[in-house]
């Protein structure tokens, strides 16, 4: 408790709850129920029946919390919801907010505040008596006058709990005074008085939330970022998840073979030295990236007031990401290319086996059969020199590779492409560019990796979508986003999943891309087992 004596903010206290904190909502139940139970009684006219309504609102908070974008909004969220179970409460009964009273010789006291003294109690008949009274006051001046006997005659209170000026309350009250008869006003002022909220009905609410569950969110925080993404609520498909642990694993996989076949093509010792400070470097880069993404979620979980901060900085990490990457590709490459003819000049004993040769058989294969003027199959499988122009057919392979229908390489574009960085129709790749697009970082219509950025995007870690987002983190979109921390129209309720819950996407599109994902494998491990035995 000594944490949350400190606590003065509404978002303070949120967090605090999602956390599991049932302290720290006692103290959200207690700033807000006499505003929540004054509201519900101006609307019914019964205390019983707002104070049960008062405390439904209490119970579907702690349930929903996960779901308030905004924690300093906690006071409208509130009576939002209030004014739905109001309206309900009004259709189920078919009438307007008028109670009858039972007849005054069955009326039994009703204790509400925090003595049992029997001249404290509010009796049946005067409830009745000053709901006579109060029902001929029009709502917008009712509010405010039961408000304000409630709030201790504190215009102030009234003014922050209704968003209202001073100066308005002042004339609302005194418009609503000369609506009530004279006789009964001071009545009214001390059956009000005596029908505050206190401590009873704190206890009552806190002992009616669900036992040992805390809210959703408090769940997601604690499991790692795939499990995270499907405890909140079953908000993200299991196939969803799916997809997007193969795409943001085949980036990694996809270095780890191109390691492998470099190394198998590096004739130097300066050569492999420098495969391995490029592969180091590169690995080194995107973890540290992933991990940069990772603790600003983490930062965004513990500082809730300034999650928009964190969020900004993990999208334009993302963006930076996108960019940088394909530079530094082309330009390692290059350097590679450079290196190659530098050390084929310094220790040409080193490259005199005929595989080593430029063009040779071995290192480069190009199949007769051709389509349009273009080689049907054109693979490169062994290091290339400076000059030597990027390899282009219907499938093609090596450091640079440009397909009519697939690619694979360092840089490679094609309709379906795999590499370190990839473009086209349906790409796969550390750095992803594509329609459909995979990978550690993709870029898209539909973008689905550990970061990604698209139309619809998908992520372990951070998603910004221009329509919608799903992550296990980060999520801004300008429609719907379901996220551990999401910014959006939508966020985490019901027309947010209404908008996400394309069974279209989450249960066959996604199924095609990770099938999809794991086929483009297949020519990957001919390719490697290839270079491996011609050039190894």
């Known amino acids: 408790m000594s944490s949350l004596n400190v606590m003065t903010s509404d978002a303070d206290l949120v967090a605090a709850s999602l956390a599991g904190d049932r302290q720290a909502f006692r103290l959200i139940v207690e700033r807000y129920q006499r505003l929540l139970c004054s509201l519900a009684f101006s609307a019914t006219g019964g205390i019983t029946q707002s104070e049960d309504i008062a405390q439904e609102t209490f119970i579907e908070a702690w349930s929903q919390l996960a779901n308030l974008r905004e924690p300093e909004k906690l006071r409208p969220w509130l009576c939002g919801i209030l004014r739905f179970k109001v309206s309900r409460f009004h259709r189920a009964a078919g009438r307007e907010p008028v109670r009858r009273a039972d007849p005054l010789d069955e009326a039994a006291e009703v204790p509400s505040s925090d003595e049992a003294i029997p001249d404290q109690a509010v009796q049946e008949e005067e409830q009745a008596l000053m709901w006579s009274a109060l029902e001929r006051v029009p709502e917008i001046y009712r509010e405010p006058l039961i408000l304000y006997y409630r709030e201790h005659r504190s215009i102030e209170h009234v003014a922050v709990d209704l968003d209202l000026t001073e100066d308005a309350v002042k004339q609302r009250l005194s418009r609503g005074r000369k609506v009530l008869q004279e006789q009964v006003l001071a009545f009214v002022e001390g059956a009000l008085a005596r029908s505050t909220p206190g401590k009873v009905f704190t206890m009552a609410t806190l002992a009616s939330l669900p036992t040992l569950v805390a809210p ?210 349906f790409t796969i790749g550390t750095c992803s560019f594509g329609v459909f697009s995979l990978g550690t970082v993709a870029f898209g219509w539909l973008a689905v990796g550990c970061a990604s950025v698209g139309y619809n995007a998908y992520s372990w870690l951070s998603a910004l979508g221009w329509d919608t987002a799903q992550s296990g983190g980060f999520g801004v979109a300008s429609r719907a986003v379901e996220a551990s921390v999401g910014f959006a129209q939508h966020v985490n309720d019901a027309p947010a999943r209404a908008i996400l819950a394309n069974p279209s996407v989450e249960q066959h599109l996604m199924v095609v891309i990770s099938v999809l994902t794991v086929l483009s494998m297949v020519p990957l491990i001919y390719y490697f087992r290839a270079v491996r035995r011609r050039m190894g």
């Open 216 to 425: 959703p969110s408090a769940q997601a925080a604690v499991v790692g970022a795939g499990a995270g993404m499907v405890a909140k609520g079953g908000t993200l498909a299991k196939t969803t998840v799916i997809a997007t642990a193969i795409a943001s694993w085949s980036g990694v996989i996809n270095a780890l073979l191109i390691l492998r076949s470099n190394l198998d093509q590096s004739r130097t010792p300066r050569e492999r030295r420098a495969v391995v400070r490029i592969t180091i470097g590169a690995f080194v880069g995107v973890f540290g990236y992933l991990g940069a993404l990772w603790l600003l979620r983490a930062g965004a979980w513990q500082w809730w007031d300034h999650r928009v901060a964190f969020a900004v900085a993990a999208q334009v990490l993302a963006i930076g990401f996108l960019v940088m990457a394909p530079v530094t590709l082309l330009r390692v490459l290059r350097t590679q290319r450079a290196l190659r003819s530098s050390e084929r000049r310094a220790h040409p004993e080193l490259f005199r086996a005929e595989r080593d040769q430029v063009g040779s058989a071995a290192g480069e294969y190009c199949s007769r059969l051709t389509l349009l003027g273009v080689p049907l199959v054109h693979w490169r499988f062994a290091a290339p020199d400076e000059g030597q122009p990027p390899v282009v057919g219907w499938f093609a392979g090596g450091d640079r590779a440009y397909g009519l229908v697939f690619a694979w390489g360092g840089v490679a574009v094609a309709p379906i492409s795999v590499g370190a960085v990839s473009a086209g129709l």
